[in-house]
């Protein structure tokens, strides 16, 4: 969340219906091992046309180069 804020983007937190999921323009997961894994396809249905997203790009590249710096 930090990072998309850093970003200048809106995050809203809510539950979501899976349709929502299968027209979002992007999506990922995150956690601890995986930092932010893009999502191009849910139960079948491709997401963002099938391609990694240029917001889930930019986040990813922060989340990773912050993780380095802080290990350092």
């Known amino acids: 969340m930090q990072?998309?804020?850093e970003?200048?983007?809106?995050?809203e937190e809510r539950?979501?219906?899976?349709?929502?999921a299968y027209n979002a323009k992007?999506?990922?997961i995150s956690s601890a091992t995986t930092f932010m894994f893009p999502v191009v396809k849910i139960d079948g249905h491709e997401v963002?046309?099938?391609v990694v997203g240029e917001?889930?790009?930019e986040l990813?590249?922060?989340?990773?180069?912050e993780s380095?710096?802080?290990?350092?």
């Open 3 to 5: 990072y998309a804020d």
């Open 7 to 11: 970003s200048g983007l809106k995050i």
């Open 15 to 20: 539950k979501f219906t899976k349709e929502e």
């Open 26 to 28: 992007e999506a990922f």
């Open 48 to 50: 963002g046309g099938g």
């Open 55 to 57: 917001h889930v790009k």
């Open 60 to 65: 990813r590249a922060l989340y990773i180069k």
């Open 68 to 72: 380095i710096a802080r290990a350092i």
